[in-house]
């Protein structure tokens, strides 16, 4: 068992090693107004602004371009599935997926979201325990390839480090699982709400 979990956690290090790689080879600086343009077909979810229509669609407002981009990848290669994002990422390039990246990223975060005070103050002190400022950001605004959960929608927060908890979803180098691991029901939720409590 845990051969096999190593095992696939080496090829899905690989796997990011080598789009890496391709990445930096012939790319053309990522274009946010074309992106836009390419981005009409993700409105109808995402919203023009990146604030998403539903509590089960993320935000992709301020979002940190590398991980939008790295998202994407990983919905074309059916490493991640959800939403249907599978199928509508089949028909994007590369360079369409950077263009689209650089529209999201540039736009104004999500507004913050008042919730539950206690929760709040548990989820940041879970997440200065756990480290998750270390990746995320102090203010959880995300870097990188890393996430932004700032403001993002508490829904589908809950939803991802659950299944990011069980397996469902597998990250790219393991990190991610390896801090979900240990959280509890109640941990997620707090997080989630104090997530987006932030801007
Ligand atoms: C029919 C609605 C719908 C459309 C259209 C759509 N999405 Fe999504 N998208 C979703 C849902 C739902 C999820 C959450 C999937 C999950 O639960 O894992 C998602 C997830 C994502 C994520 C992952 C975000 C994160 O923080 O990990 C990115 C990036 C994304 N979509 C970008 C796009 C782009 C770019 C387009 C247009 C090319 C697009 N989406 C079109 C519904 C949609
Ligand atoms: C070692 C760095 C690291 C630490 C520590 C870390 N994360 Fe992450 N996190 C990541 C990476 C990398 C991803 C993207 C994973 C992927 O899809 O491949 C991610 C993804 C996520 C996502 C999915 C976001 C989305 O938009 O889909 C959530 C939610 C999340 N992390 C929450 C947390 C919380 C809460 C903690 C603390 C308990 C935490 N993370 C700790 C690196 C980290």
Redesign the pocket.
Known sequence: MTLIFKTKAILVVAFFNALLASAVVNAAPPDALAGKAKAQICFACHSENGISLTSEI?NLAAQPSLSIT??LI?FRGQQ?KGGGMEAITMALSDQDMRDIAAYYAALPPPPARPGNADKIAKGQQ??GT???N???GSQLQGQK???R?AG?SPEY?MT??KN?RSGA?I???G??GS??RG?SDEDIEA?ATYAASLN
Request: hydrophobic content about 45%.
């Open positions: 993320p790295y998202q990983q991640r879970i997440a756990q480290y998750c270390s990746c995320h390839h890393i996430a959960l993002q927060v991802q480090l990011i979803r990250d790219m180098d990190t991610m801090a979900a959280l997080l």
